[in-house]
């Protein structure tokens, strides 16, 4: 039997600054994310953490890596997956106030 998938974006309605902020929160059982783009919305240069938070504990995906002004940073691509249970979250925060914006991309409740 083949199921159908829930694809889902995600997006950030404020920019964020220099306090992490949960950019996607999983609350079904299983999520795959396929697609994490960090912009920064600044004319300058800003460096950025992304970490994904499970059971309080922090695993880095990205540790004060630069973008140029108006420049975005692919963290999930070529075929990439991250798969979040229920309480996983993904959170960024940059070294500039306002300064960066976050899209994820995921399907939602994986079949099995």
Known sequence: ???AQNFRN???????????T???TQVNSF???VGL????????SINVHCAIEASSND?????????????????I???????LVS???????????????AIVSFIDDISQ
């Open 37 to 44: 783009r960090l912009v920064n919305v600044t004319g300058s």
């Open 87 to 101: 309480g996983d979250k993904i959170k960024a925060k940059s070294d500039t106030a306002s300064s960066l914006k």
């Open 59 to 75: 695993t880095e995906l990205a540790v004060n890596v630069p973008i140029p002004a108006g420049s975005s940073l692919e963290l």
């Open 1 to 3: 039997i083949i199921m």
């Open 22 to 24: 949960d950019i996607l």
């Open 10 to 20: 995600q997006k950030t309605s404020t920019a964020i600054g220099t306090a992490y």
């Open 77 to 83: 691509d070529g075929g990439a997956k991250l798969i």
């Open 31 to 33: 999520d795959t994310v």
